[in-house]
């Protein structure tokens, strides 16, 4: 990763943003600007700048799943039945469409798809499954792993 923003035309200092942000995205730019020895302006001007080029894509508040009450953390493989663009498309579409799943991604091998999705309770994710999962476009079969201990978790992209 370091290589690539440096050929990107980034520094040792833009690195030093992007990793404070990533611990503290609401860290303001005055103590951005002391922890990493830059003035204020020049700070808010090279964030600018990792925004507009997409390092930065957006802020968020990441939330504590247990506390906002879902309980439960799921991964589900998806197999297709069919393998058309259309199909895919249509499946991407739904999973978008759903806030219970907050990542989907297509595979290569025996499965197609993997959701990361959260649920309040068991009932709920039977419910999911039956009214949802198993109604997606293309989709013909599905293997549910339920999470019983979340070892690590975490947003941080390291740069070093």
């Known amino acids: 990763m370091k290589n690539l923003l440096l050929k990107d035309g980034f520094d040792e200092l833009d690195r030093a943003i992007l990793e404070e942000l990533q611990a503290n995205g609401r860290i303001s730019n005055a103590d951005l600007a002391r922890k990493i020895h830059l003035s204020q302006p020049a700070v808010h001007n090279r964030i600018k700048r990792l925004e507009k080029k997409g390092v930065?894509?957006?802020y968020t508040a990441i939330?504590?799943?247990?506390?906002?009450g879902?309980?439960?953390l799921c991964f589900i493989h998806i197999s297709?039945?069919?393998h058309t663009a259309e199909i895919f498309e249509e499946f991407e579409q739904c999973v978008r469409s759903k806030p219970q799943i907050t990542e989907c991604h297509r595979l290569t091998g025996e499965y197609d798809a993997l959701?990361?999705?959260v649920m309040r309770n068991r009932?709920?994710?039977d419910a999911f499954i039956n009214d949802h999962i198993i109604n997606l476009p293309g989709v013909g079969r599905v293997q549910t792993s339920i999470v019983l201990n979340e070892v690590k978790s975490t947003t941080?992209?390291?740069l070093k």
Not at 63 to 68: E, K
């Open 56 to 58: 930065i894509q957006r």
């Open 80 to 82: 297709m039945d069919s």
């Open 156 to 158: 941080t992209i390291p």
């Open 123 to 125: 009932k709920e994710l």
């Open 115 to 117: 959701l990361k999705i």
């Open 70 to 72: 879902y309980d439960l």
């Open 63 to 68: 939330l504590d799943r247990d506390v906002v």
